[in-house]
């Protein structure tokens, strides 16, 4: 089956401070990759997305690139904010997913902590 | 324009009492889904309905049911709750229909935080 795996938490971080978030996958067929972002109380907001191999999905300053060869789909910020602490979830959508389900696998979350 | 909404925000239950967590959407999205989040265990898929009409399990659907009841509106119900179903719930909705697997994105509810007693 489908499944995500995804860097433990609390990361903690200066403000200014580069940022990455590793995420692994295994799939079969070819995912869609997501991360989705969840602040204190709040429900999941999507931040960014790949659909298919090398593609680069980028918003508010986050990246990531769906790197097929190495099954990853990497987060990564160069500069953190305050306002950046949350919640971040890694995701994919298979075609192919095992017993006809459609919704999304996560990981289980990485907790990010930015201290001013 | 809502997005996805949830009722109620907080629920306290007691062990054996069963009730109905409301989700909808005007967004008019074919696809609607039903999560819970743990801590540790990121969100797993209780249910899905693809199109209106349709319904089928997720990965943790022992204990739920859920009735699409029009397009916009997809509720999930405990029969008979147990300490086991204390969590959020989740509800999300997609454009795209199942059978082919589109690659749409999910938006989310706020969430219901469930407790059982």
């Known amino acids: 089956g489908n499944s995500v795996t995804q860097m433990e938490g609390p990361v903690t971080l200066s403000e200014e401070a580069f940022l990455t978030i590793n995420c692994t996958y295994t799939?079969?067929?070819?995912?869609?990759l997501f991360w989705y972002v969840q602040y204190p109380g709040e429900g999941l907001q999507l931040l960014l997305k790949?659909?298919?191999?090398?593609d680069k999905g980028s918003n508010k300053g986050f990246e990531a690139t769906y790197r097929k060869e190495t099954t990853s789909f990497h987060l990564e910020k160069g500069s953190v904010q305050v306002s950046d602490s949350a919640v971040y979830f890694c995701a994919l959508n298979s075609p192919y997913s095992g017993g006809g389900a459609d919704g999304l696998t996560f990981g289980k979350g990485t907790h990010l902590i930015i201290q001013p | 324009n809502a997005g996805v909404t949830q009722t109620p925000k907080f629920q306290v239950l007691k062990t054996g009492q069963s009730m109905t967590l409301q989700c909808a959407q005007d967004?008019?999205?074919?696809?609607m889904y039903w999560y819970r989040q743990d801590p540790g265990m990121g969100l797993r898929l209780i249910y899905y309905s693809a199109s209106e009409g349709t319904t089928d399990k997720g990965e943790v659907p022992n204990g739920y049911n859920v009735s699409r009841l029009n397009k916009r509106e997809f509720s999930l119900r405990l029969e008979s709750a147990a300490p086991s179903q204390t969590s959020v719930y989740f509800c999300a909705s997609s454009p795209g229909t199942s059978g082919r697997k589109g690659f749409n994105e999910q938006f989310f509810g706020p969430g219901t935080r469930l407790t059982v007693l």
């Open positions: 967004m008019n999205h074919n696809s």
């Open positions: 790949a659909t298919k191999a090398d």
């Open positions: 799939a079969t067929g070819y995912p869609s």
